[in-house]
């Protein structure tokens, strides 16, 4: 896998369900970080978790790390119309200066 | 409001033509950054810069251009040298280089 490489690609659920993302990397991380981009939009910062912690929540969102796996997996719980987006993980490298690499996205579509 | 204000949305060139793409920001935040997203791709870095007067080659900055002569602007330039610069470019800034990221809402560039 590749630094930061979502999974699913694409994402087709019905509202009212649960959407999970997940993401994987190489390379030992500083903190990992999840974003949404709406359609023609900037991205907008959703949580960030640190190495040494295994989950966060925020609202309907639930990030959890497993640092043994290289994983992190994003869950938005009880999904609604507005949540239909791209989601990208981001993870921070420490190299001497942080550098921060995106990944491909997870393209979520929830029908109403 | 605190935010970034990414101008234009929308920005034709023409071959040979340099372009330059604005980015300020009042969010007194310190690191500044310039990404590329090509259609169902992530995220790659051009430029950034984490101090004024000072900035920092990304994994894509051939072609480009940038100055960092206050803190709230960080403006790009597409040169002539890019020779595919049809894109979605994404300014950033964020307070640290290992915290979240605000992003503007983006500037659309299509040669013509």
């Known amino acids: 896998s590749q630094q930061g490489e979502e999974d699913p690609q694409a994402l087709s659920i019905q509202e009212g369900e649960n959407a999970t993302m997940n993401c994987s990397y190489k390379?030992?991380?500083?903190?990992l970080q999840w974003y949404r981009q709406n359609s023609g939009r900037g991205l907008v910062h959703l949580i960030l978790?640190?190495?040494?912690?295994r989950e966060k929540h925020s609202g309907r969102l639930r990030v959890t790390l497993d640092t043994s796996k290289k994983s992190s997996s994003l869950l938005i719980t009880a999904s609604r119309a507005a949540d239909t987006a791209s989601y990208f993980c981001?993870?921070?490298?420490?190299?001497?200066?942080?550098?921060?690499?995106f990944g491909a996205g997870t393209r979520l579509f929830v029908k109403a | 409001d605190g935010g970034i204000t990414q101008s234009p949305k929308y920005l034709f060139r023409k071959e040979g033509q340099n372009v330059t793409l604005s980015c300020e920001q009042n969010?007194?935040?310190?690191?500044m950054y310039w990404y590329r997203q090509d259609p169902g791709q992530g995220l790659r870095l051009i430029y950034y810069?984490?101090?004024?007067?000072?900035?920092q080659k990304g994994d894509i900055a051939e072609g480009y251009s940038v100055s960092r002569e206050k803190k709230e602007s960080f403006p790009l330039t597409v040169t002539s040298a890019q020779k595919n610069p049809t894109a979605f470019y994404l300014c950033?800034?964020?307070?640290?280089?290992?915290?979240?990221?605000?992003f503007g809402s983006g500037t659309r560039l299509t040669v013509v």
């Open positions: 810069s984490q101090i004024v007067n000072d900035f």
């Open positions: 969010l007194n935040h310190d690191a």
């Open positions: 978790i640190r190495s040494n912690e």
């Open positions: 981001a993870t921070v490298l420490n190299t001497g200066g942080f550098k921060t690499i």
């Open positions: 950033a800034s964020s307070i640290w280089p290992d915290y979240g990221y605000t």
């Open positions: 390379t030992s991380i500083n903190n």
